[in-house]
C-alpha cells in the first residue's frame, strides 16, 4: 500500500510561516496578552478493536503542520475575515503522553493522572488534544474535571459511543459516554451528540441515550440547518447549565469518501469544510475549554487527508480562539 509522506511546507522562507513552525515557537513570543492554545498528544490505541494505529497520529499530526500556512485567509462564520495566526495567538506544543505497551485500562489510568496533573498547572485558553482513538475523552475529561456532573460533552461524531464492553474489553473507544455516564456522574443531559450516522447505529443504544437525556442531531437534520450553526446554536444552548465545555471530534463523523482514514466513517455523513467552520464556531465560542480531534488512522489514509482534516480543525480552532470574547 503506498502511503504518501508529509510535503514540506515553505522551508526556511521566513515570510511564509507554516503552522508547524508557530506551533514550535520558531516565531517567537507573541504578546502575553493573545489567547493561548495549547497541543497534546494522547498516542491511545489499546482500546480499539480491531487493533488499529490512531497512536501514530500526534507524531503525523505535527509533521503535517507542515503543509499549512499560519495565516487563515476569510475565515470565520458570521463576520468572516483574516487571521494572522503569528501575531494574534500564542501556541504552545505541550508534547505527547507516554503511554507505551500499557494496556487499555493501565494506559487510560495514565492519560487521567497527566490530564490531573495538567489542570493543577493550569492548562491555556483552549487545549487541543491529538488522539489516539475515541476511549482518549473519558481519562481527559475526567482527569481535567474532578466533578463531570458540571461539564457538557459535545460530540461531533457518527456514533452514540455507548456501547457495552464485550470480550472483556472495559472502557473502548464505542464506550466511553457510557462509562462516563455510569461510573464518573457525567449527566446524559449535557450530553449532545451532532452528526450521528443514520445506519451507524443500534436501536439498543439510541434508546439508551434518549432515556438519559441526550440531544441528538443527526447528520441529515445538522447539514440542512447548516452544520456550524447547528453546532454553535447548541453550543450556547449548553453552555447555560453546564460550567464549562468539551469538544470531542471523532473524525469518523465525515462522509467516508472524504475521511477515509477513520475506521467508523461511512458514506452520507458531512464534508470537510462543514467540519472546519464548526471547529471555527468551537474556537471562538468563550464556554469551550477542550476540543479534542480522535479517530484518524494512518494505515487508512492514504492520500493524509486525515491528517490534514485533524490538522484543518487544529487551526480553525486556533482562528476562532483569536476572535473569541473575552
Ligand atoms: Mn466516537
Excluded at 504518501?4 to 526556511?12: A, L, Q, S, V
Excluded at 457525567?186 to 438519559?212: K, M, T, W
Excluded at 468563550?286 to 494512518?298: F, G, N, Q, Y
Aim: proline share 8%.
Amino acid at each position: 500500500m503506498y502511503i504518501r509522506e508529509p510535503m514540506p511546507g515553505i522551508p526556511g522562507d521566513p515570510a511564509w510561516p507554516t503552522a508547524a513552525e508557530w506551533l514550535r515557537g520558531d516565531y517567537g513570543e507573541q504578546p502575553a496578552s493573545a489567547p493561548h492554545i495549547g497541543v497534546i498528544g494522547v498516542p491511545l490505541s489499546q482500546s480499539s478493536a480491531p487493533p488499529a494505529a490512531q497512536h501514530m497520529t500526534p507524531a503525523l499530526f505535527r509533521q503535517h503542520l507542515e503543509r499549512f500556512a499560519c495565516f487563515g485567509a476569510g475565515v470565520g462564520i458570521t463576520d468572516p475575515r483574516s487571521v494572522y495566526l503569528s501575531e494574534e495567538v500564542r501556541a504552545s506544543d505541550l508534547g505527547t503522553l507516554e503511554i507505551g505497551h500499557l494496556h487499555n485500562v493501565p494506559a487510560q489510568e495514565k492519560i487521567k493522572t497527566e490530564f490531573t496533573e495538567l489542570a493543577a498547572r493550569g492548562v491555556p485558553d483552549l487545549l487541543f488534544c491529538i488522539g489516539g482513538d475515541d476511549a482518549v475523552m473519558r481519562p481527559v475529561l475526567t482527569g481535567l474535571h474532578e466533578d463531570p456532573g458540571r461539564i457538557g460533552l459535545m460530540m461531533l461524531d457518527s456514533h452514540h459511543d455507548v456501547r457495552l464492553g464485550y470480550r472483556n474489553q472495559g472502557p473502548h473507544n464505542g464506550a466511553a459516554v457510557r462509562f462516563m455516564i455510569e461510573e464518573d456522574g457525567l449527566l446524559g443531559s449535557n450530553v449532545v451528540q451532532i452528526g450521528i450516522a443514520p445506519f451507524g447505529n443500534s436501536p439498543v443504544y439510541r434508546r439508551y441515550c434518549d432515556e438519559h437525556g441526550f440531544t441528538i442531531v443527526e447528520a441529515g437534520p445538522a447539514r440542512r440547518e447548516g452544520f456550524a450553526a447547528c453546532v454553535a446554536r447548541h453550543l450556547d444552548q449548553l453552555a447555560e447549565r453546564v460550567d464549562t465545555i468539551i469538544v470531542d471530534i471523532d473524525v469518523d463523523v465525515l462522509d467516508a469518501g472524504y475521511g477515509p482514514a477513520s475506521p467508523g466513517a461511512r458514506p452520507g455523513q458531512i464534508a470537510p469544510w462543514e467540519l472546519h467552520e464548526a471547529c471555527n464556531v468551537i474556537g471562538a465560542h468563550p464556554a469551550v475549554s477542550t476540543l479534542i480531534v480522535v479517530e484518524v488512522d494512518k494505515t487508512m489514509d492514504l492520500f493524509g487527508t486525515g491528517l490534514d482534516n485533524a490538522c484543518v480543525c487544529f487551526l480553525q480552532a486556533a482562528c476562532g480562539l483569536a476572535v473569541r470574547p473575552r
